[in-house]
């Protein structure tokens, strides 16, 4: 393990505001401003960081953590996993995936909450999720060009 950006760094981790992708399993940690990760192909772990954040996960079943800001998130193909928890802000997903070969999930487990504590709307052919007596500014996610009636448990991570 060595230190990167002032982050404690495992082997093939890249730390900065604009990586670059490989074709390779990377784990992608931005930093504290607005950053432009990119996966590439491979099975990548990608952190936003603090900042509004444009992350794309690229080719692979890649686990994409927005964190805190306001951030655009796009999985592209694989089964990708989005992971959420308290105050990480109001969040896109573009290209959210519910079909074979690409069935993206939404993990809200790290607000130790169940399905029943989720709100899901559609607005003008988008899908908003909220949870239940949260704040705003504190959790929404917002699912670019996917209609709320394809959402089903097998979507969400709890």
Not at 6 to 20: F, Q, R, V
Not at 42 to 66: A, H, K, P, S, V
Not at 100 to 122: M, P
Request: net charge negative.
């Amino acid at each position: 393990m060595s230190k990167v950006g002032g982050y404690l760094a495992m082997p093939n981790t890249i730390c900065s505001g604009h990586p670059t992708k490989s074709g390779r399993a990377n784990i992608i940690i931005g930093n504290n401003w607005s950053n432009k990760l990119d996966g590439g192909a491979g099975n990548d772990i990608i952190y936003g960081g603090e900042g509004g954040d444009l992350i794309f996960g690229g080719i692979g079943n890649d686990m994409i953590y927005g964190q805190v800001g306001s951030d655009i998130l796009t999985g592209g193909a694989g089964n990708d996993i989005f992971v959420f928890a308290w105050g990480d802000g109001q969040d896109t997903i573009k290209g959210f995936g519910d079909k074979v070969g690409n069935q993206d999930s939404i993990d809200l487990s790290g607000f130790t909450i169940s399905s029943k504590d989720i709100s899901i709307e559609s607005s003008g052919g988008n899908t908003i999720i909220g949870i239940e007596g949260v704040n705003n500014l504190d959790f929404q996610l917002t699912l670019i060009g996917v209609k709320a009636s394809t959402l089903d448990a097998g979507d969400f991570i709890f």
